[in-house]
């Protein structure tokens, strides 16, 4: 009864926690430009982007995005991982505001990880598979600016 009644407290306190502060949220041209693609959805375990023509043409050039790093492995150095535009900290599966537009960032060369924003630029890669498997936005050969 201890252990289930720990759990509910815990899990108490990470809902009231879930709702995030608008004032980290990062918002520009760019990032409104990843949020314009679409997915359909073919089955459970398969989904694809729609990409539209601005963000079509901007395939294969440089692009500039601010975000916050979230890792995929474990290391104050990162070379791939996702950038955000939410901070790390802040709930992204709960709450009512849902998964924050997130984009795949190969860097050229590592970062130290930082809970602030950075300012990326890289080309941008467009995935046309199944973004189940693979995230359908990314920017390859970044460096920081």
């Avoid at 709702?19 to 694809?48: A, L």
């Avoid at 790093?69 to 709960?94: A, E, R, W």
């Avoid at 809970?115 to 630029?121: C, E």
């Amino acid at each position: 009864m201890k252990k289930l009644m720990l759990a509910l407290l815990l899990l108490t306190g990470f809902t009231v926690k879930a709702q995030h502060n608008p004032d980290d949220q990062v918002m520009s041209d760019n990032w409104d430009i990843i949020g314009s693609v679409d997915f359909k959805i073919v089955k459970d375990s398969e989904m694809y982007a729609v990409y539209n023509t601005n963000i079509k043409k901007l395939a294969n050039k440089p692009f500039e995005l601010e975000g916050y790093i979230v890792p995929i492995k474990d290391g104050m150095k990162q070379t791939k991982f996702m950038l955000s535009t939410l901070p790390i900290n802040q709930c992204f599966y709960c709450g009512k505001n849902g998964v924050p537009i997130m984009v795949m960032v190969e860097m050229a060369e590592p970062i130290k990880f930082t809970y602030q924003t950075i300012k990326v630029k890289g080309t941008l890669k467009l995935n046309t598979g199944n973004a189940m498997d693979n995230p359908p936005i990314a920017l390859s050969a970044a460096k920081p600016i």
